[in-house]
């Protein structure tokens, strides 16, 4: 594997932690191989390890960037980041706000929905 693909696996594990990636893995196929050693090498390698942002800051991008072109599916994920990331719950509304006045409404109330769900979850795991 290449450095960048290590270095992505690396950010990736810091970022959303070894039992997520861990899964995520022994799901892998031949068939999404290619597509996940793209992302591994691209967004794991390359974005979410450049020091150009904090991650604080690029978790709060990644998650207003998911709600205003209504990639739902992954908003959950990047919330559980979050605890990693050291975006707060205030952040994270920041965020979302943003993307109610530039973006709609109903895409950033929607991903506040699902914001809400995934922190009482993480808050239930934690007792």
Known sequence: MSDRFDQGMKTRREVLGDVHVDRAEAAKTDFDLPFQTLITEGAWGTVWSSDGISRRERSML???????????????????ATARTGASKQDVMEAF???????GVPKANHAIKLAKQTYAEMERSDD
């Open 62 to 80: 990644t998650l207003a960037l998911l709600a205003a072109t209504g990639n739902f599916e992954e908003i959950p994920m990047h919330i559980r």
């Open 97 to 103: 706000q943003h993307v109610a006045i530039y973006a």
